[in-house]
């Protein structure tokens, strides 16, 4: 079984301040890793994905993810925040061998740019 | 345009109603999901579809019912409303053609409240 974790519902940064997002995943084979974004009144738009590839993932807007298999973890990381990433972030992991359409879905963080 | 769209936004309605969601895509994706929302819960996948012949009930299905009725549309029914069904409800797709990952792209989702 797959789980996604991740870590605080909330995080607050200032403006120009690194961001970083913590997601920790189970799963008993190679999972895909996707990151998403949700902005007010909006649905979730995919920010960056790691599909065995390259373990160091970038995405739109400046993120940028590592996968590190021996921690287990796939977190979200931006080097300087700005007003405009106030959204909410979805860790989320799918099996590739089920042809991917369980994706478990985090809790969510949310995230808040202070000027 | 959206590629994915969902009808109605908002709605608010009574207990023991019967309420329909419509989701509709121009995308040409197989694949159509229905998620729920909940704060602090994440995304919990209630029903999704591989094609106009495939149903499949996910994690929550109790409580709703779902119907394909084209490659395009797919449409979430709860038959008599409560309470605590109360949330955000969104729309997925996705493709597996040949080196998919399985990304999903959502609608902006339709907020339902049951009173």
């Known amino acids: 079984a797959q789980s996604v974790t991740q870590l605080g519902s909330h995080v607050s940064v200032s403006e120009g301040a690194l961001v970083l997002l913590r997601c920790n995943y189970s799963s008993s084979v190679p999972p895909y890793l996707f990151w998403y974004v949700q902005y007010p009144n909006q649905g979730l738009q995919l920010l960056l994905k790691?599909?065995?590839?390259?373990?160091l993932v970038k995405g739109i807007n400046g993120f940028e993810a590592e996968f590190k298999k021996s921690e287990t973890s796939f977190h979200l990381t931006k080097p300087s925040a700005h007003m405009s990433d106030a959204a909410e972030y979805f860790c989320a992991v799918s099996d590739p061998n089920t042809g991917g359409f369980k994706t478990i879905f985090g809790a969510g963080t949310r995230l808040f740019v202070k000027a | 345009d959206a590629d994915v769209t969902q009808t109605p936004r908002n709605r608010i309605t009574k207990t023991g109603k019967r309420i329909m969601l419509e989701c509709s895509q121009t995308k040409g994706h197989d694949r159509m999901y229905w998620y729920r929302q909940d704060p602090g819960l994440g995304l919990r996948l209630i029903y999704y579809s591989f094609d106009v012949k495939d149903i499949n009930k996910g994690e929550i299905s109790d409580g709703y019912s779902v119907s394909r009725q084209a490659q395009a549309k797919f449409s979430l029914s709860l038959e008599s409303a409560i309470p605590n069904q109360t949330a955000l409800y969104f729309c997925a797709t996705s493709d597996l053609t040949s080196g998919s990952t399985d990304e999903q792209f959502f609608g902006p989702g339709t907020r339902l409240t049951v009173l």
């Open positions: 790691y599909t065995s590839a390259a373990t």
